[in-house]
């Protein structure tokens, strides 16, 4: 079992920032994917869109609506990612859900981001 914490929500203005953060613990292997979800508030858990993923060898993607604003990093041996994110925008409003997968795949309970003035 690997147990998936997300931080670092919050409310924020637009064009502003917030960093978030996700720490897997439990049964880790490698090589692993460790990454970023979100759901709007219009849209059903079906319907969550891929933010942004790294993996264990630092194999790096992001969906093309944060290219250039949102940045993933992660400390290895923490087993611990973050999301930076600037230049937020309203649409950026949603829940954040951190995601870990190696054999099987784990989510964590989401963290709220809203943007707005």
């Known amino acids: 079992q690997v147990q998936v914490v997300e931080s670092g929500g919050g409310l924020v203005q637009p064009g502003g920032s917030l960093r978030l953060s996700c720490a897997a613990t439990g049964s880790i292997h490698s090589p692993y994917t460790m990454g970023w979800y979100r759901q709007t508030p219009t849209t059903q858990r079906e319907q969550r869109e891929l933010?942004?993923?790294?993996?264990?060898?630092?194999?790096?993607k992001y969906a093309d609506f944060v290219k250039g604003r949102f940045t993933i990093s992660r400390d290895g041996p923490k087993i611990t990612i973050y999301l930076q994110m600037n230049s937020l925008h309203p649409e950026d409003t949603a829940v954040y859900y951190c995601?870990?997968?190696?054999?099987?795949?784990?989510w964590g309970q989401g963290t709220q981001v809203t943007v707005a003035s």
């Open positions: 995601f870990y997968n190696d054999q099987d795949h784990y």
């Open positions: 933010v942004a993923f790294i993996t264990s060898n630092d194999f790096l």
